[in-house]
């Protein structure tokens, strides 16, 4: 088991930063590739970003290049994912997920999840 817990959800107006943490117990943190999705009401989930286990891979969806940053620090068993000059089609419910290794190519691949946190993008 690797129970994720996410913090750092909000309300912002379009072109605010919000800086979304992924944390879990334990010894095993490193040996997961972490990834974080987002899901908008009415939509399906989507991969925004994935960090190998030891950071040295990190990959995003076209849409957030250049504005959002993942990085992890492994002593502290955390991922973070800095987004700035965010939309309003950043909306979402944002989780993190782990899979063994290296990041999966759906999903449906990530066997532990977290419970998500908001993320509200509006004026």
């Known amino acids: 088991q690797l129970p994720l817990v996410e913090s750092g959800g909000g309300s912002v107006q379009p072109g605010g930063s919000l800086r979304l943490t992924c944390t879990a117990p334990g010894n095993t943190f490193h040996y997961y590739a972490i990834a974080w999705f987002r899901q908008a009401p009415g939509k399906e989930r989507e991969e925004v970003s994935c960090?190998?286990?030891?950071?040295?891979?990190?990959r995003y969806i076209d849409s957030v290049k250049g504005r959002f940053t993942t990085s992890r620090d492994n002593s502290k068993n955390t991922v973070f994912m800095q987004m700035t000059s965010l939309k309003p089609e950043d909306t979402g419910t944002y989780y993190c997920?782990?899979?063994?290794?290296?990041?999966?190519?759906?999903?449906?691949?990530?066997?532990?999840w977290g419970q998500g946190t908001q993320v509200t993008v509006s004026t």
């Open positions: 960090v190998s286990r030891l950071a040295d891979s990190v």
């Open positions: 997920a782990a899979r063994r290794i290296v990041c999966g190519a759906t999903p449906s691949e990530y066997h532990h």
